[in-house]
């Protein structure tokens, strides 16, 4: 079995979201008639694009934070973080869709599974640092 199934699982989450979620801007395109390169005219195609993007720019940040709080504090934890990630992410969405003013709890779950794996990766590095 692998080292690190729950922070696999989240990881591979986290993958098939994007996808689903880039799948949604395609469908977008073609439902609304919005063809490449053009990134508006339809609020519908900017909402799934918006969600799209932010999701990938969120990425760049939760999958390195992920792996260094596996490494540091168990798989456990991070399967945990990144589960609470993805469901503030799927809220995120679920919100931005049905009006963009109602994405904020889905974006403040995410953002605090985000920073307190990422303070913890921290605080833990350091205590190692410093206690050998």
């Given at each position: 079995?692998?080292?690190?199934?729950?922070?696999?699982?989240?990881?591979?989450?986290?993958?098939?979201?994007?996808?689903?979620?880039?799948?949604r801007v395609g469908m977008a395109r073609g439902k609304t008639g919005i063809k490449a390169p053009a990134m508006s005219g339809s609020?519908?195609?900017?909402?799934?694009?918006?969600?799209h993007l932010n999701t990938v720019e969120q990425m760049v940040l939760f999958l390195p934070v992920l792996w260094i709080f596996a490494t540091l504090a168990g798989d456990l934890y991070a399967g945990i973080g990144a589960l609470v990630w993805l469901i503030g992410r799927v809220l995120y969405s679920q919100g931005y869709m049905a009006d963009p003013g109602k994405r904020e709890l889905g974006f403040m779950i995410g953002g605090v599974a985000l920073l307190l794996m990422f303070l913890g990766s921290t605080g833990l590095l350091v205590w190692g640092l410093f206690t050998g």
């Open positions: 079995m692998a080292a690190y199934p729950f922070t696999m699982l989240g990881t591979l989450g986290a993958v098939l979201m994007t996808i689903i979620f880039m799948a609020e519908e195609f900017e909402r799934a694009n918006r969600v």
